[in-house]
């Protein structure tokens, strides 16, 4: 299985700030990366596909960059809907896997 | 726009098999193009994904998983269904369905979720 890693696993922060969340593969996946966001009791919400391609009405302020093994997700200007729990997920191969996940708190 | 919804037991005994069913609105499962998938998120936990499955019945399992999971398509009712055997305290979790989205080259990404339902195992 490729093992997917994030790091932070926690990360404070304020309205206003840049945040990046960095995501490892154990094994080169090409560019075969999506980023999802999940909030307490609800499910996860695609922001971003193919490491860089925003899905369909998320807001520009995310952005995602990254191939082989080395990923980010960036947003440039956290905003008060953006503090949840973030994670990855490679579809290079199965079993598709995810990251432990960041979660973004309130500085 | 698509919509998925789980439904099935909230409490399924030690050693017996949890059913749940996912029913899909706004498309159609044979419309083809997609893969229809389970992931379940134990309590505070992370995202493990068990497996998807084609409208031809074409799967993928996770091999974590696959000597007790089944997975099936009702065209008719445009649902799908997730049976694991012989369940454990550790099978707890929030079950989610999704649909696959094909990226190219036979590449597929979860883009449709649907709310999850948590599944409790007890004796």
């Known amino acids: 299985d490729i093992q997917m890693t994030q790091s932070p696993s926690t990360l404070s922060a304020s309205v206003g700030d840049r945040v990046t969340i960095t995501c490892r593969a154990s094994?080169?996946?090409?560019?075969?990366l999506a980023w999802y966001q999940q909030k307490p009791g609800k499910a996860p919400n695609l922001l971003i596909y193919k490491a860089s391609t925003l899905e369909s009405g998320v807001p520009s302020r995310f952005s995602g960059s990254g191939s082989g093994t080395e990923f980010t997700l960036t947003i440039s200007s956290l905003q008060p809907d953006d503090f949840a729990t973030y994670y990855c997920q490679q579809y290079d191969s199965y079993p598709l896997t995810f990251g432990g996940g960041t979660k973004v708190e309130i500085k | 726009q698509v919509q998925l919804q789980e439904s099935g037991p909230g409490l399924v005994k030690t050693s017996q098999t949890l059913s749940l069913t996912c029913t899909v609105s706004?498309?159609?499962?044979?419309?083809?193009?997609?893969?229809w998938s389970w992931i379940r998120q134990h309590p505070g936990k992370g995202l493990e994904w068990i497996g998807y499955?084609?409208?031809?019945?074409?799967?993928y399992y996770n091999p974590s998983l696959k000597s007790r999971v089944t997975m099936s398509v009702d065209r008719s009712k445009n649902e799908l269904s997730l049976r694991l055997s012989s369940v454990t305290a550790a099978d707890t979790a929030v079950y989610y369905c999704?649909?696959?989205?094909?990226?190219?080259?036979?590449?597929?990404?979860?883009?449709?979720w649907g709310q999850g339902t948590l599944v409790t195992v007890s004796s």
């Open positions: 999704a649909r696959a989205e094909s990226g190219g080259w036979s590449k597929y990404y979860l883009d449709y």
């Open positions: 499955i084609y409208y031809s019945g074409s799967s």
């Open positions: 706004g498309g159609s499962i044979s419309s083809g193009g997609y893969y």
């Open positions: 094994q080169s996946i090409s560019t075969w």
